[in-house]
């Protein structure tokens, strides 16, 4: 992670340790103090402090990076809110983990799902390899749009798993995401004058968080764009166009919905209950926010059965994704879609886990079910 | 001091603060000593709401405002940038806040900022209470003020608390510019920032800043009650540099009583009528009295 954030060449880093996040930052502070890396290393006394800290270094027209989890996250969350409604393009990776109490430090999606509302791109990896290939996306995305990023990757199963990745080096990044210019009028330059951060009463401010709305939204259109470019210059891009990724659901009579690393262990069980005849497909997401309301609909047009896998919950209602997904499918699909919370805590999800939700979504319970 | 064209400050008329604001006052001339060359990063308060009212602003400089608490870790990043972007030699990082954002909400945030010892201004404009919110009590607000979470009555005689000393949180930071001055004095406030801004790393002006409607003063007074709040030895105008005292305003020689600053306020009016009040007031020039003797201000 370390080495891919280095070679996207942020100006300015600002962190504060948490786990599982804890050496992405330790290895960039390395990377400053031993010379390899050029960027401002800023030791915050919080994350509350480290969101500010890019926040106003972005303001000031420099590319950014922070890194949290869990309660970092959480603590965050005012800061998140206002860097996004000030379009700065700030990147964070968020090492998703669960949220206390009780406490835990393991993973689950909870962190990062409870901000959805917050005006940021949230984009999700499966693999490490993903995840490094987001972080490149994430910038271009970002300086393109203004709009901040926040990617993804599940605490410890990616955060602390040895896998082999490709690691782009700067003059091939380069090729895709230049030097970061910014907007003349929309940075900190006292030879430009501007105000940043003023207030709106209510005569403005609908219309301000309504083009926020509008331009998160319109991200859909850039993220499929830029997933074809970033295939023109290395080789590979995310499954999908980017948005959403089909397993096998061209002929699934089941289809599966989930998001971030248990995807693979989604697949793997597919792999094998197909062996076996039953015809079951995953529709994995990769954009969370904005969310992928057209592709979604059209990937499960033809299921019978939806489960959707959460591995967060809004407390109150069901599975946080469940009722995106109702909401994208009302009016279009009729299939009944039933919601499945798993691996909250770091619980392991296993392949039989998968195999019993699979026989839970003929079923008649239209409760959330915990499957772990 | 010479007449100047109000549109020739750096902060400029069309705000909408209260006639008489202390604070305004203060920040004018803050930012006059700062010049062009400067960067704000502003706190929510009264100074950010009254000036910049989207889509105009009162800022003459590039300005920015994020949250309440923040403006001292913004600021960080700001010079952050600015060293990333070889300009930090010849912009000046401004942080501003009121006495909520400083010695409340955001008081984490400086300590950060002056630990890792960031080459940042910070100017508390103090009003000793949450003026934009409606006057409830701050660590700022002085014992005894009535405030709207203050109401002197069977059980109370106003604020039950004494105000932190911001002074000795910075110097225990190792603040290497410590000082503190009010809006009645605004050479003082000049002297101070210009003195502040050739010093490299953390520097921290508390400026007491009389908010008109919050004491409940007549809107005449800002400057005047800044005056006497300094010759009472009620708020000491003094400075530090590396933690050594360098300068201290004295007092008159006839040193003006308590009562003779506070009769001027409402916020300490129940304090001449209440029975209770007259050991109160004794507690307040006990304050003052030992104040004198502390920065040696006879």
């Known amino acids: 992670m370390a080495e891919i954030v280095k070679n996207l060449r942020p100006a300015v880093v600002s962190a504060y340790p948490i786990t599982p996040q804890t050496h992405i930052v330790e290895d960039l502070a390395k990377m400053r103090d031993e010379g390899s890396a050029d960027f401002e290393y800023i030791n915050a006394e919080s994350e509350f402090a480290a969101a500010s800290i890019v926040l106003g270094a972005s303001a000031t027209g420099v590319r950014t990076y922070t890194s949290t989890s869990s309660q970092g996250l959480l603590l965050m969350a005012e800061v998140l809110f206002n860097i996004a409604g000030l379009r700065l393009p700030v990147v964070i990776t968020c090492t998703n983990r669960a949220v206390s109490s009780p406490i835990n430090i393991w993973n689950d999606q909870q962190d990062a799902v409870t901000i959805r509302d917050a005006g940021w791109l949230q984009l999700y990896g499966e693999t490490n390899q993903e995840v490094v290939d987001l972080h490149i996306l994430a910038y271009k995305l970002a300086e393109s749009l203004l709009l901040p990023a926040m990617v993804n990757m599940d605490g410890f199963v990616l955060t602390h798993t040895y896998e082999p990745v490709v690691i782009p080096d700067q003059d091939l990044i380069k090729k895709f995401l230049p030097a970061y210019v910014p907007a003349k009028d929309l940075i900190l330059d006292v030879n430009n004058p501007r105000s940043l951060g003023t207030f709106a009463a209510p005569d403005k401010y609908m219309e301000i968080r309504q083009e926020l709305f509008e331009d998160v939204l319109a991200a859909k259109k850039e993220i499929i764009k830029q997933n074809t470019e970033f295939k023109k210059v290395f080789g590979r891009s995310l499954g999908g166009n980017g948005l959403v990724e089909e397993y096998k659901t061209k002929d699934a009579e089941i289809i599966l919905v989930a998001m971030g690393s248990v995807c693979g262990t989604i697949k793997e069980t597919i792999d094998q209950l197909r062996l076996k005849g039953k015809k079951v497909g995953l529709l994995k997401i990769i954009s969370f926010r904005p969310f992928p309301d057209e592709e979604v609909a059209a990937s499960l047009s033809k299921a019978k059965y939806i489960g959707m896998v959460d591995k967060s919950i809004s407390l109150g209602t069901e599975g946080i994704l469940a009722s995106d997904l109702k909401r994208t499918c009302y009016g279009k699909i009729k299939a009944p879609i039933k919601s499945f919370v798993v691996g909250l805590g770091g619980r392991d999800v296993t392949e039989a886990m998968i195999e019993k939700i699979v026989g839970l979504v003929k079923g008649k319970n239209d409760e959330t079910q915990f499957v772990g | ?298």
């Open chain 2, 1 to 298: 001091m010479k007449y100047k064209n109000p549109f020739e400050h750096l902060l400029n008329p069309g705000h909408t603060a209260c006639p008489g604001c202390g604070q305004l006052i203060a920040a004018r001339h803050v930012l006059d000593a700062c010049g062009p060359n400067t960067i704000i990063a502003n706190a929510t308060g009264c100074l950010e709401v009254t000036t910049s009212k989207h889509p105009t602003s009162s800022w003459r400089v590039p300005w920015i405002h994020s949250l309440f608490e923040n403006p001292s870790a913004v600021a960080t990043g700001i010079e952050a940038a600015l060293k990333a972007k070889g300009l930090d030699k010849k912009v000046n990082v401004l942080a501003q806040g009121g006495d909520g954002s400083t010695f409340d909400i955001g008081i984490g945030l400086i300590s950060g900022m002056w630990e890792r010892g960031d080459n940042i201004l910070y100017v508390c404009y103090d009003t000793e209470v949450y003026s934009n919110t409606g006057y409830q009590s701050s660590g700022a607000t002085p014992h005894d003020a009535f405030t709207r979470t203050a109401w002197p009555g069977k059980q109370s005689v106003g604020n039950i608390k004494f105000k932190k000393d911001m002074l000795a949180i910075a110097l225990a930071h190792k603040v290497p510019y410590v000082a503190a001055t009010t809006s009645g004095l605004i050479e003082d406030i000049k002297r101070k920032v210009k003195k502040a801004l050739a010093i490299q790393g953390p520097k921290f002006i508390h400026i007491l800043t009389p908010c008109v409607p919050g004491w409940g003063i007549e809107d005449n007074m800002a400057i005047e009650l800044g005056k006497l709040a300094q010759k009472t030895g009620f708020f000491p105008v003094v400075e530090f540099l590396n933690g050594e005292m360098i300068s201290n305003m004295k007092v008159p020689q006839a040193v003006p009583k308590v009562e003779e600053y506070l009769k001027h306020h409402i916020r300490f009016k129940h304090l001449f009528k209440d029975p209770r009040g007259k050991e109160q007031l004794q507690i307040l020039q006990n304050i003052c009295d030992e104040n004198i003797k502390k920065y040696n201000l006879k």
